[in-house]
T-cell receptor, first 114, second 111 residues
């Protein structure tokens, strides 16, 4: 079975540019999560979708960050404009509600903003 | 508020030796507890989980963990470590969707 798919795996961009990260959750899962991992702050939940609806976006750092889930099989996390402090590994994870929190993680996107 | 503390940032263990990783949590109700492993350049993989029932849970790759409510702990153990167990290990607590992760413990395995 295919797991959570993320693209690109690596992204290098310059400050001020728009960055779009993509995620395809596991088929049949109805919850999707975006996390950010840094050395300083560890793993942080950015936003949580349930049945394609954003439920909790309290972790989104600021207005430069936005996330969408237009359908059950695709989500994007966009940063516009990007800043060097956004450099991190961004993970997407998905789960079924009935598994009570068991989340399956994608391989991550390593973002470097110069 | 929920939180997780992993007191050990880095542990070095010899191959074949036993391993124990500590995890302490703070949670206002009966917690759901998880251990995840992250190999370099990879995403997190679930090792095991505790929801209720038997406080000793078995996971993949020969790992087990014991839930001790009185100590607010959920320590991870493996009797005999293999070189492939070198990775970073994360304890997490939460329910439904809001997981809080510890800072992680990096395990180095020496030959």
């Amino acid at each position: 079975d295919a797991g959570v798919i993320q693209s690109p795996r690596h992204e290098v961009t310059e400050m001020g540019q728009e960055v779009t990260l993509r995620c395809k959750p596991i088929s049949g899962h109805n919850s999707l999560f975006w996390y950010r991992q840094t050395m300083m702050r560890g793993l942080e939940l950015l936003i949580y979708f349930n049945n394609n609806v954003p439920i909790d976006d309290s972790g989104m750092p600021e207005d430069r960050f936005s996330a969408k889930m237009p359908n059950a099989s695709f989500s994007t996390l966009k940063i516009q404009p990007s800043e060097p402090r956004d450099s991190a590994v961004y993970f997407c994870a998905s789960s079924l509600d009935r598994t009570r929190g068991e989340q399956f993680f994608g391989p991550g996107t390593r973002l470097t903003v110069l | 508020a929920q939180s997780v503390t992993q007191p050990d940032i880095h542990i070095t263990v010899s191959e074949g030796a036993s391993l124990e990783l500590r995890c302490n949590y703070s949670y206002g109700a009966t917690p759901y507890l998880f251990w995840y492993v992250q190999s370099p350049g990879q995403g997190l993989q679930l090792l095991l989980k505790y929801f209720s029932g038997d406080t000793l849970v078995q996971g993949i790759k020969g790992f087990e963990a014991e839930f001790k409510r009185s100590q607010s702990s959920f320590n991870l153990r493996k009797p005999s470590v293999h070189w492939s167990d070198a990775a970073e290990y994360f304890c997490a607590v939460g329910a439904i969707y809001k997981l809080s992760f510890g800072a992680g413990t990096t395990v180095t395995v020496r030959a």
